[in-house]
């Protein structure tokens, strides 16, 4: 098995998944997101997020300036519930 460097933290899941088709950014990425969570660092794909509260917890006026900087339209007339509706399904 060759040793594909630094980069590549799982030569084995690498090998496997180029010969099954993927490419090499694609390998290398589920690669190294298996060997972290093996590792139990934080810092792997499936831990990112989740650091913001809920929209239900932001107040109206923040939840128009989300609404604002995505270019929500009739962002003005909407109430909280709407606003939360429609951030949710931009």
Same mark, same amino acid.
């Given at each position: 098995?060759?040793?594909h !460097?630094?980069q590549?933290?799982?030569?084995? %899941?690498?090998? $496997?998944? &180029? &010969? #099954?088709?993927?490419? =090499?950014?694609?390998? $290398?990425?589920?690669?190294?997101?298996?060997?972290?969570?093996?590792?139990?660092? %934080? #810092?792997?794909?499936?831990? =990112?997020?989740?650091? $913001?509260?809920?929209?239900? #917890?932001?107040? =109206? %006026?923040?939840?128009?300036? &989300?609404?604002?900087?995505?270019?929500?339209? !009739? &962002?003005?007339?909407?109430s909280?519930? #709407?606003?939360?509706?429609a951030?949710?399904?931009?």
């Amino acid at each position: 098995m060759p040793d594909h !460097g630094s980069q590549i933290k799982d030569d084995d %899941t690498y090998d $496997a998944l &180029r &010969r #099954e088709g993927a490419s =090499k950014e694609k390998a $290398a990425r589920i690669a190294n997101a298996q060997a972290a969570s093996r590792q139990g660092d %934080t #810092e792997n794909p499936a831990s =990112k997020g989740g650091k $913001a509260p809920p929209y239900e #917890e932001w107040h =109206k %006026t923040e939840l128009y300036d &989300r609404a604002k900087a995505l270019g929500i339209p !009739g &962002r003005s007339d909407m109430s909280k519930a #709407e606003l939360i509706d429609a951030l949710r399904n931009h």
